[in-house]
């Protein structure tokens, strides 16, 4: 089975923030944290990228926790004008649905609906696999409207 990525190219960041945290729901929160104080101090709005931050933390760690390895959140501003959000996890072989096969849970279940959420706040999704054994979940939000 083969899956088209589409890809968009960018130049060099002139802004980038990455960091390594624990796959614990203290380290999903402190991503989210972290990208605030980080969008703040660059004059950027917080909204919507802390939401797609913490979906984006909390399927790392619910999906792609490996004991003992940490996940990784990047935040980088392509000359002012677009936010791509990449969180990189160690369960390269589990890949989200591409975004246009993302559907509602079934009934009335608890979860389920993070990529969704993903999917209405960022402009963009998807993702890239590896280098084995990770895989890139990232989102970019078009800054300039």
């Known amino acids: 089975m083969t899956q088209e990525i589409t890809r968009t190219e960018h130049s060099a960041p002139t802004r ?6 624990s796959p614990t729901r203290r380290g999903a929160r402190l991503a989210r944290l972290l990208a605030t104080a980080h969008l703040g101090h660059w004059g950027l709005p917080a909204e ?11 399927n790392a760690i619910a999906h792609g926790r490996v004991p003992g390895r940490d996940f990784r959140l990047c935040l980088a501003v392509h000359r002012g004008a677009l936010l791509r959000i990449e969180v990189t996890d160690a ?3 589990r890949l989200p649905p591409a975004p246009e096969a993302v559907g509602l849970p079934a009934g009335e279940a608890e979860s389920g609906r993070g990529l969704l ?7 963009r999704w998807g993702t890239d696999a590896g280098p084995a054994p990770r895989k890139t979940v990232w989102a970019e939000v078009d800054l300039v409207r």
Do not use: M
Not at 16 to 21: A, I, K, P, S, Y
């Open 117 to 123: 959420i993903v999917g209405a706040l960022a402009d």
């Open 16 to 21: 980038q923030f990455t960091v390594l945290l």
């Open 48 to 58: 919507p990228a802390a939401h797609i931050v913490a979906e984006l933390a909390a």
């Open 91 to 93: 369960r390269g072989e």
